[in-house]
T-cell receptor, first 112, second 112 residues
Framework: GEDVEQSLFLSVREGDSSVINCTYT??????LYWYKQEPGAGLQLLTY?????DMKQDQRLTVLLNKKDKHLSLRIADTQTGDSAIYFC????????????FGQGTELSVKP | DTAVSQTPKYLVTQMGNDKSIKCEQN?????MYWYKQDSKKFLKIMFS???????INETVPNRFSPKSPDKAHLNLHINSLELGDSAVYFC???????????FGSGTRLTVV
């Protein structure tokens, strides 16, 4: 079946690193994504990783993929108050018309 | 501005009414989607169209009817609104899997 799980809340201090974890079930997913949603706004694509990679770095963001355990993480270095938002992990199962299956979202709170 | 735009941003209506939400994208994407985000922030796909053709219809009540007059537009019509339809509805479009989706800013529907 298709299921994506994330923890619901994470609180960090400004300047610390944040790590948001996600597990997924569909091993056919070719791409896995991280989206950010600020209050009252739509979702913004932060980064994606192709399923044959195990790491991708993009400025302050590092994505790690453990395909064997179906575990995905997003690390935000030097977290800022502007990073406070809900972060969604999503998988795109193969041959399902581009459908995305989202996790419940992790609310990141950054304290000064 | 290149974007996915949806109107209206807010919609408050009484039970039993019929309403429409419009979505337009000027990104030249072939595929468009409607997602529903409930009060717990959970996102679930409702419909997907590729070049005006319905490709995903995800067990949505038939009171919901999408219409795609051309590949840049995907509208959502809802008949006989119920209290449980209250949610934020997001339109999105995509070029291909690598690039994920571009989301609109959402329509907050409140049924009273």
């Amino acid at each position: 079946g298709e299921d994506v799980e994330q923890s619901l809340f994470l609180s960090v201090r400004e300047g610390d690193s944040s790590v948001i974890n996600c597990t997924y079930t569909d091993s056919s997913s070719t791409y896995l994504y991280w989206y950010k949603q600020e209050p009252g706004a739509g979702l913004q694509l932060l980064t994606y990783i192709f399923s044959n990679m195990d790491m991708k770095q993009d400025q302050r963001l590092t994505v790690l993929l453990n395909k064997k355990d179906k575990h995905l993480s997003l690390r935000i270095a030097d977290t800022q108050t502007g990073d406070s938002a809900i972060y969604f992990c999503a998988e795109s199962p193969y041959n399902q018309g581009g459908k995305l299956i989202f996790g419940q979202g992790t609310e990141l709170s950054v304290k000064p | 501005d290149t974007a996915v735009s949806q109107t209206p941003k807010y919609l408050v209506t009484q039970m039993g009414n019929d309403k429409s939400i419009k979505c337009e994208q000027n990104l030249g994407h072939d595929t468009m989607y409607w997602y529903k985000q409930d009060s717990k922030k959970f996102l679930k796909i409702m419909f997907s169209y590729n070049n005006k053709e319905l490709i995903i219809n995800e067990t949505v009540p038939n009171r919901f009817s999408p219409k795609s007059p051309d590949k840049a537009h995907l509208n959502l019509h809802i008949n006989s609104l119920e209290l449980g339809d209250s949610a934020v509805y997001f339109c999105a479009s995509s070029r291909d899997q690598r690039y994920g989706y571009t989301f609109g800013s959402g329509t907050r529907l409140t049924v009273v």
